[in-house]
């Protein structure tokens, strides 16, 4: 089976631009979260979609969003992009988004703002 | 409200020597504890999970954890370290009965000397 994939891999913006990232879980996966991490904050939670449904949400502002097609591929956007956003942003899948089950990360997407 | 802690950001041993990554958590009930590696610019990847079943769990790459209630402790212990095992190491918590969100620990950092 293929592994979670996400694209592009690098990506580098101004301030005030805005960006889509794109993952692709493991066929017959259905709940696809997606993660922050950086150097000072760690890996935060930013929102986990489940059948094209977005079904828990961290704490992050409404520029952060995100969005889950029939295929339960997923997309986020951040607009309006600041310094702050500059990060290695993770998608990870799972089959049913159960507490207890193993979620499969992808390589990352690594947004760097200037 | 569940949280974890990693002490130490950064373990360093000597290749062959006991590797031993502490990992805390705080939750109203036993959760669900998890341990993911990260090697430089990939995605994190799970090692282990404890999921109520036994206490010591055995995960890949020679790894294994103790869940002790008591402690409230899931420490990640390998008896002989490799070179290979040099990466970011991070504890994840997700409370029974809770929402999807997981928690991460910040992470530890891995040095395995020659």
């Known amino acids: 089976k293929a592994g979670v994939t996400q694209t592009p891999r690098y990506l580098i913006k101004t301030r005030g631009q805005q960006v889509t990232l794109s993952c692709s879980p493991i066929s017959g996966h259905r709940s696809v979260s997606w993660y922050q991490q950086t150097p000072g904050q760690g890996l935060q939670f930013l929102f986990e979609?489940?059948?094209?449904?977005?079904?828990n949400k961290g704490n992050f502002p409404g520029r952060f969003s995100g969005r889950q097609f029939s295929n339960s591929r997923s997309e986020m956007n951040v607009s309006t992009l600041e310094l702050g956003d500059s990060a290695l942003y993770l998608c990870?899948?799972?089959?049913?988004?159960?507490?207890?089950?193993?979620?499969?990360f992808g390589p990352g997407t690594r947004l760097l703002v200037l | 409200a569940q949280s974890v802690t990693q002490l130490g950001s950064h373990v360093s041993v000597s290749e062959g020597a006991l590797v031993l990554l502490r990992c805390n958590y705080s939750s109203s009930v036993p959760p669900y504890l998890f341990w993911y590696v990260q090697y430089p610019n990939q995605g994190l990847q799970l090692l282990l999970k404890y999921t109520s079943a036994a206490t010591l769990v055995k995960g890949i790459n020679g790894f294994e954890a103790e869940f002790k209630k008591s402690e409230t402790s899931f420490h990640l212990t390998k008896p002989s370290a490799h070179m290979s095992d040099a990466a970011e190491y991070f504890c994840a918590v997700s409370e029974r009965g809770g929402s999807y969100i997981p928690t991460f620990g910040r992470g530890t950092s891995l040095i395995v000397h020659p």
């Open positions: 990870a899948s799972s089959l049913g988004g159960q507490l207890q089950e193993t979620q499969y």
């Open positions: 979609y489940f059948s094209e449904t977005q079904r």
